[in-house]
């Protein structure tokens, strides 16, 4: 079977389906691979790479003849014309707000498969593409509103004196906002996050982000995605949104509802009360956008001087790097629907994941697929944890009972030994504790702990061993020498076998 990779006809569009190392995979299962020219060039992937990669170079025509058609965007009315009957089209499509596309494309008689509707399932996380786009833009979304924003977001304290840090105010922690959370962080930026899904919160903490809490009932997502809130829970999160936005110097958005309309969160009030030079960066735009003043693929200054970012392409402006995420969630997904390697696609509607990226199949309607159960909430109820008894504590009066014993012990080898025990025992005790401390006071970042160990206890031996040696009996003598030969070499190799694991970070 051939699979054809055509040029994007979505105007200013620079991501291409396929680079020239994915598409060499593609045909490593067995499949004849062509690719439209010019079709990656904005993606850094010309057709000489293509053709060095082993990948045919052709024309339109000879792309949409192809049995599998792969792109990035949904097919418009006139491509879906072009493929012959019985072919499959992947890619794209937002079939739950595109009802027309599905007609389109059942009446065309081809099977499609989309991308975006990967069930968030762990077997289906390779093929992902929402999560590997949403990757891209949240990064992509920080620069673009520090670019905006004009000034530090590190603190600096100079002569001339100090700036504060900027603050960031990320909505939602989905994958792009994780990722936004990261950007700000890296950059310096004070960085606050608010999500409705409670259990994100360990998340945005572990990034170095505080998570802004509200004091409503939550419930744990039962799907990894954000639930559309209820009335309670919109009256007690606008007046958070409210003080959250007034108090930043960017806020990122990026809460969406699969199949609805992005939910709006800051009112035009909210906006005008923002400081001036404020940004915001609208990642829901496409779909209606989370803030009253944005504009989908428009930048918007409001009269007190907000900048409001309502770009739906922040994933294509890195276009190399987000082609080459794109192409390998292909790879993935046609890995699984090759299962021979043959070049043969095989779509099983027994499986979750195809079942679930099926719109149509050879013109009968699909969509939408049975719901797929997955859970991102523990596995145990919180309820049964909380009803197992804790452990009962200690009691205090064995310790009593153990230094007691261990003292009436010691006093009866003081009496009974000879009179040479006491001295060696406190030549023992000594050379421990001076052992530990020699050892056990050098930075751990010379050694690591099981090493500190070894080398304390190396320690005890070569202390211990040094004041015996001057005793005169010479078994004493020799195994004193012996003693502190092999400890020494413990102590100094573990030093030297560690330098030279440091000397392996090092530049130069």
């Known amino acids: 079977m051939r699979i054809g990779i055509p040029r994007e006809?979505?105007?200013?569009?620079?991501?291409?389906?396929?680079?020239?190392?994915?598409?060499?995979?593609?045909?490593?299962?067995?499949?004849?691979?062509?690719v439209e020219a010019g079709a990656g060039a904005a993606a850094d992937q010309p057709d000489a790479a293509f053709a060095d990669a082993g990948v045919v170079v052709g024309s339109a025509d000879d792309v949409w003849a192809s049995d599998v058609v792969v792109k990035v965007n949904a097919p418009t009315e006139a491509e879906i014309a072009r493929m012959r009957r019985g072919a499959t089209v992947i890619s794209l499509m937002a079939p739950a707000r595109s009802p027309e596309l599905v007609e389109q494309l059942a009446a065309a008689g081809v099977t499609a498969l989309a991308m975006d509707a990967v069930p968030r399932i762990s077997r289906a996380q390779s093929m992902d593409v929402l999560s590997s786009m949403a990757n891209v833009a949240g990064y992509r979304a920080v620069i673009e509103a520090a670019h905006e924003f004009g000034r530090l977001f590190t603190g600096q304290v100079t002569a001339a004196g100090k700036v504060p840090p900027a603050r960031v105010f990320v909505v939602g922690a989905g994958v792009?906002?994780?990722?936004?959370?990261?950007?700000?962080?890296?950059?310096?930026?004070?960085?606050?996050?608010?999500?409705?899904?409670?259990e994100v919160a360990e998340q945005v903490e572990?990034?170095?982000?505080?998570?802004?809490?509200v004091e409503m009932e939550q419930e744990v997502s039962s799907d990894g995605y954000a639930k559309e809130m209820t009335a309670e829970q919109e009256a007690a999160t606008a007046a958070m949104y409210d003080e959250e936005a007034r108090a930043a110097d960017i806020v990122i958005t990026t809460a969406l509802i699969p199949g609805r309309p992005a939910p709006q969160l800051l009112s035009a009030e909210t906006v005008a009360a923002m400081k001036p030079g404020s940004v915001v960066v609208d990642m829901a735009a496409a779909n209606g956008g989370n803030v009253a003043a944005t504009v989908k693929d428009e930048r918007v200054v409001t009269a007190n001087g907000v900048t409001?970012?309502?770009?739906?392409?922040?994933?294509?402006?890195?276009?190399a790097q987000t082609s080459q995420l794109y192409g390998t969630n292909i790879v993935n997904l046609l890995k699984l629907l090759t299962p021979g390697k043959d070049g043969a696609l095989v779509l099983d509607m027994d499986?979750?994941?195809?079942?679930?990226?099926?719109?149509?199949?050879?013109?009968?309607?699909?969509?939408?697929?049975?719901?797929?159960q997955v859970s991102a909430a523990p596995s145990?109820?919180?309820?049964?944890?909380?009803?197992?008894?804790?452990?009962?504590?200690?009691?205090?009066?064995?310790?009593?009972?153990?230094?007691?014993?261990?003292?009436?012990?010691?006093?009866?080898?003081?009496?009974?030994?000879?009179?040479?025990?006491?001295?060696?025992?406190?030549v023992f005790v000594l050379a421990v504790v001076i052992g530990f401390?020699?050892?056990?006071?050098?930075?751990?970042?010379?050694?690591?702990?099981?090493?500190?160990?070894?080398?304390?206890?190396?320690?005890?031996?070569?202390?211990?061993?040094?004041?015996?040696?001057?005793?005169?009996?010479?078994?004493?003598?020799?195994?004193?020498?012996?003693?502190?030969?092999?400890?020494?070499?413990?102590?100094?190799?573990?030093?030297?076998?560690?330098?030279?694991?440091?000397?392996?970070?090092?530049?130069?």
């Open 351 to 372: 499986d979750v994941v195809q079942r679930g990226i099926a719109v149509t199949r050879d013109g009968d309607v699909m969509w939408p697929p049975p719901p797929v």
């Open 308 to 319: 409001v970012l309502g770009y739906t392409d922040l994933a294509g402006r890195l276009a």
């Open 437 to 508: 401390y020699v050892i056990g006071n050098v930075h751990h970042a010379l050694h690591t702990p099981l090493m500190s160990v070894t080398n304390a206890i190396s320690g005890i031996i070569v202390v211990g061993a040094i004041l015996q040696a001057p005793i005169d009996n010479l078994a004493v003598q020799v195994i004193a020498g012996v003693a502190i030969l092999l400890a020494s070499i413990n102590v100094f190799g573990g030093f030297l076998v560690t330098r030279r694991m440091l000397n392996m970070f090092q530049k130069g």
């Open 206 to 213: 572990s990034m170095g982000a505080q998570f802004v809490t």
């Open 9 to 34: 006809s979505r105007p200013g569009e620079t991501l291409v389906a396929g680079t020239a190392k994915t598409a060499s995979q593609l045909a490593s299962l067995g499949y004849e691979v062509v």
């Open 176 to 198: 792009a906002g994780l990722a936004a959370i990261g950007a700000a962080g890296s950059l310096g930026a004070i960085v606050r996050a608010f999500d409705v899904r409670p």
């Open 380 to 426: 145990a109820p919180a309820a049964e944890v909380a009803q197992q008894e804790p452990p009962a504590p200690p009691d205090p009066r064995r310790r009593l009972y153990a230094v007691g014993l261990a003292a009436v012990v010691f006093l009866a080898l003081a009496t009974l030994a000879p009179a040479s025990f006491l001295p060696s025992l406190t």
